[in-house]
């Protein structure tokens, strides 16, 4: 039988001795989480203990508990290494660091999503930072960066892999100079600039470069020249990458830059209407080979709704164009005609508007 064009199979039964298999390893699971259960509550921080808890994570990673079991047992361990002479203290957590680190990447190879796996990760490498010499602390963390790129080289779109290599470079960056810092920054903008070029519907990507452009501008002490150097080349970026316009990714970007008060807070009042009013030519020109791109107009009616916040009012003129891009719209996305009736009801007129 079909049902909606898609051809239904019969499960495959399993055999007896498939089953009888399957049984043996739940009995085997939870043997072994008993034991784990009961070395742990008894405090045997062993190597044993520690290879039996490999065991249960590497058949089940989601499993939280035995990640908390793994920390006392490495605490233990840690403790342990202490107690030895300073450099050689040093050492050992360092080596003890190192082996849990590749024993966790097989999982992430195959589980790169499980966020208890990360997590576990991340202490790890904040025990380093802890318990380690600056120094020793720090290629930890650099290394973290070098792996964390081989990933998202993977899985250019992986949004937890973006927003782990957020948590990495700022961790860095407080382990490094002011001068290291800002200089970090600046290779992560030219890294995401990089990840964009390969992908452009990469959202995380675009959003990584949002975050980063007003860190940007502070750490540099951009003057006003610099701020609206940075605002015409991203417009540019961004307007190169439009030649798609139905990637909505490219249009949340574009939101974020047409707002320039954030970028360029000292633009005049004229200057602010002149850039949404060349946005929106250049905008009206996409629509040609594209009348059926509902994202332009949505841009449309943005700008010129921020050219009336600006100016402080909405001329009649504005106000017809956006009824006739409303219009459009309701043919375009009938699924969400309700909501562009609901806007147009709450349109002004040709009124004082707040700026």
Known sequence: MASHGVRRFKPVEKTPEERQQELQKIDEYKSLERLVSEKVAQHEYTVETLQGISDLLSRNPEYYTVWNYRRQVLRHQFVDAGNCAEGESSNQVAELIKNDLVFLMPLLRSFPKCYWIWNYRLWLLDEARRLLPLAMSRQFWQEELVLVGKMLTLDSRNFHGWGYRRLVVETLKQLGTPAEAASMTQKEFEYAKKMIGANLSNFSAWHYRTKLIQRLLEEQSASDEERRKMLDDELTLIHQALIDPYDQSLWFYHQNLIRPRTMAPNLSTSERLQYLRNEIEDIQEMLDGAEDCKYTYQALIECTLLISKVAGRLSTEDREQILSW?????????????????????????????V
């Open 326 to 354: 409303l219009s459009e719209l309701k043919q375009l996305d009938p699924l969400r005609k309700q909501r562009w009736l609901d806007f147009e009801k709450t349109l002004p007129g040709e009124e004082t508007l707040p």
